[in-house]
């Protein structure tokens, strides 16, 4: 209506008063026409939300790609439970450093300052001494003798060496080099683990998006399906109850879809805090294909076996607990063994009366325990049990070592057994695919019919996939009882 009544007034017009008009018009459509460049796209790309859609681009430019081997290698860096294994082996060199000192001699100085209000002097009353013809009383008169000043000064240096203690104290520095080497342990048998989750995190990141793809899919088929059975109920060639049925295999559809948008979510957080960057950091993981990520081969089981023994963390680990009990058990032993010190003392004093400003003193000091209630024995009684239990501990690990190699290289079989025939299905469904496809360009099939073949081809590839997990997870499982870190 506006635009013909424009054409009206502009190209029609009546009398004077129209042609006033007209001029009104044609001078308000000049300025429209010179303000419709600053209304074109270039000048709306500077609106807000121009500006909002240029950020989520950069951002998503921004993602960077992160490989398994880059993943690993940023969580060997800044995980977390890493650092304080790796604080723990700081703590304990600093122990071991402390029980090295005690081989080394102890010096140490005490000085002190009194200042005394009051003396007590020495006091000669005159003849005290006798009288001498030739020069009468001695002394003469009364004589006081002073003991000392007032304020004295003392400093004692003194230096001491055990002797017979050094058995005790060899014990106790094996004790604390063994708890260095058991936090080294800790820090592998951990790098190990963290290896072997942030795989399995970054695989799992993988195969739940993969299932959200396949989701989307399915949701969109059974949205075609839904279309296709209310267009038949309404033209009559099909009851209500399909649509319904189409509608709920829908809403069921969306209701997994949203499943597995949450679960792939939550992984994305887990496989974050694992490598120990911010857990809202954002990385375009490489879909590399699991099968021949570790396709190295692996040792024969008898040799594998042998490996694990020799090197596996969790063993060396318990080896080292039972050095580290022996050690104890000498350390309480020891203490039957008198103590022994030898010591060089050396005093620079001023003001203390009777005494040389400098003197030394060289002593040698035994001290024994002659009746404690029997403490020494029942620690030692303790420290063997200890021993005991470490040594059972030992061949308890060395057996189940044992069986986990044989174990871990079944389910390497089985996997990839599995994985062969979820392979065989790829192949099965991506042919039915193909027909499909053929089927409905002829016309012979309905969209749904080959949005359902489609959609089964994706559950087949996600379901090869986990497939493709397990067997690299149970590669990796073998690789960490050998004491490697599985890349």
């Not at 099968?291 to 080896?319: C, F, H, V, Y």
């Not at 501990?393 to 025939?421: F, K």
């Not at 087949?460 to 960490?480: F, T």
Request: aromatic letters at 6%; a negative charge.
């Amino acid at each position: 209506m506006l635009e013909v009544s424009i054409y009206h007034v502009i190209f029609r017009p009546r009398n004077s008063a129209w042609r006033s008009l007209r001029s009104l018009y044609l001078a308000l459509y000049c300025v429209g026409i010179s303000w419709l460049p600053l209304l074109s796209p270039s000048a709306t790309a500077q609106s807000p939300f121009a500006d909002q859609r240029q950020v989520s681009a950069a951002q998503t430019t921004a993602e960077r790609q992160l490989t398994l081997d880059q993943a690993i290698d940023l969580a060997l860096q800044h995980n977390r439970e890493l650092g304080i294994a790796k604080l723990d082996v700081q703590y304990f060199e600093a122990m071991k450093a402390k029980a090295r000192a005690q081989y080394m001699p102890k010096l140490t100085n005490k000085s002190e300052a009194t200042y005394l209000t009051e003396r007590e002097g020495v006091v000669l009353p005159p003849g005290s001494l006798g009288v001498l013809p030739a020069t009468g009383p001695i002394p003469p008169q009364t004589l006081r003798i002073d003991q000392g000043g007032n304020l004295t000064y003392a400093s004692r240096t003194y230096l001491d060496q055990p002797t017979l203690q050094l058995f005790a104290i060899h014990a106790g520095n094996h004790a604390a080099k063994m708890d260095v080497d058991i936090a080294r342990l800790g820090v592998d048998g951990k790098s190990e683990n963290i290896a072997i989750q942030v795989r399995q995190l970054y695989y799992e990141v993988l195969e739940e998006e993969s299932q959200l793809q396949a989701a989307e899919e399915e949701v969109a088929t059974f949205q075609k399906g839904d279309k296709e059975a209310a267009d038949e109920v309404r033209d009559g060639a099909a009851l209500s109850v399909k649509e319904l049925e189409a509608r709920a295999n829908l809403l069921q559809a969306e209701s997994q879809a949203f499943k597995a948008r949450i679960t792939a979510r939550d992984k994305r957080l887990e496989l974050n805090n694992a490598i120990g960057v911010p857990l809202d950091a954002r990385f375009r993981l490489v879909d590399a294909d699991m099968a021949s990520s570790d396709s190295s081969a692996l040792p024969t089981r008898d040799e594998a076996i042998r490996l694990a023994l020799a090197r596996q963390p969790q063993l060396l680990i318990a080896e080292r607990k039972v050095e580290k009990a022996k050690s104890d058990l000498r350390e309480a032993e020891d203490a039957f063994i008198p103590e022994v010190t030898l010591s060089a003392h050396h005093s620079y004093q001023v003001g203390i009366a009777l005494l040389v400003r400098n003197y030394g003193i060289f002593q040698g000091e035994l001290s024994y325990d002659l009746f404690e209630g029997g403490a020494r024995r029942a620690q030692v009684r303790s420290k063997k049990s200890l021993l005991g239990e470490a040594e059972l501990n030992l061949t308890n690990l060395r057996a189940s070592t044992t069986i986990s190699v044989a174990a871990a290289y079944d389910n390497v079989e089985s996997a990839e057994l599995e994985l062969r025939a979820k392979q065989q299905v790829v192949v099965a469904r991506g042919e039915a695919a193909r027909v499909a496809d053929s089927r409905y360009t002829h016309g012979e099939i309905l969209a749904s019919e080959q949005e359902t073949t489609h959609a089964q081809l994706a559950d087949a590839k996600a379901s090869e996939r986990e497939s493709a997990l397990n067997l690299s997870l149970a590669r990796s499982e073998v690789r960490q009882l050998l004491g490697e870190i599985a890349r």
